[in-house]
C-alpha cells in the first residue's frame, strides 16, 4: 500500500501511524526506512490513540460494504469504495464535525471562511429550518444503502 501510494502522489509521507498488527512489521519497516518514512505506532490498549481510522473502517464495513455483495474483480470493489467514499466525503454528516461533511469543514478551514455546522447540524439547532423547508433522500448512484439527506427551501 506504502509503495502504491507514493506511485501516485509521487512524495512519501513523514509518517505513518498505524497498530502493530502484523502486516506493520519488519518488512514494512524496512520499506519505511528506505523511504525515510517515520513509523509511528498508536498505544496498545490506550482508547483514541488510532480512533480516527478505527472509526472509518467501521463505517467503511457497516455503511458501505454490509449490505452489498461485495464484488470478487479487484476493479469494481475499488468502483463500488469510491462511490461510497465519496458519499462519506461530500454527503455524509459527521458528529464530529458539528454536522458538517469532511468536504465542508476541509473548504471553511483552508479558505478561512467561518467555521459553522452543516445544513443538519443548522436545523438541529434551530437555527435556519422553518416551514419552507423539505427532506430530500436520493440515494447515490441508486444504491439503496447509501443515501444522501439534503435539506432544500420549498417552493
Not at 423539505?134 to 433522500?137: A, E, G, I, P, S
Given at each position: 500500500m506504502l509503495v502504491r501510494t507514493v506511485r501516485r502522489v509521487g512524495t512519501a509521507p513523514r509518517c505513518t501511524v498505524t497498530d502493530r498488527g502484523t502486516p506493520f512489521g519488519k518488512p514494512f519497516l524496512k520499506r519505511c526506512q528506505r523511504r525515510r518514512v517515520h513509523p509511528r505506532?498508536?498505544?496498545v490498549g490506550k482508547r483514541g490513540s488510532i480512533a480516527v481510522i478505527e472509526r472509518f473502517h467501521r463505517t467503511l464495513k457497516e455503511e458501505m460494504l454490509r449490505d452489498v455483495l461485495v464484488p470478487y474483480a479487484t476493479k469494481?470493489?475499488?468502483q463500488e469504495?469510491?462511490?461510497?467514499i465519496g458519499r462519506y466525503h461530500g454527503h455524509r454528516p459527521h458528529m464530529a464535525?458539528?454536522?458538517r461533511t469532511p468536504r465542508e469543514a476541509y473548504r471553511s478551514?483552508?479558505?478561512g471562511r467561518k467555521r459553522g455546522g452543516g445544513a443538519l447540524a443548522r436545523t438541529a439547532r434551530g437555527g435556519t429550518a422553518d416551514k419552507g423547508v423539505?427532506?430530500?433522500?436520493p440515494l447515490m448512484e441508486g444504491r439503496k444503502h447509501l443515501p444522501?439527506?439534503?435539506l432544500e427551501r420549498a417552493a
Open positions: 505506532f498508536g498505544a469494481d470493489l475499488r469504495l469510491a462511490v461510497g464535525l458539528e454536522g478551514t483552508s479558505s423539505r427532506l430530500r433522500v444522501v439527506v439534503r
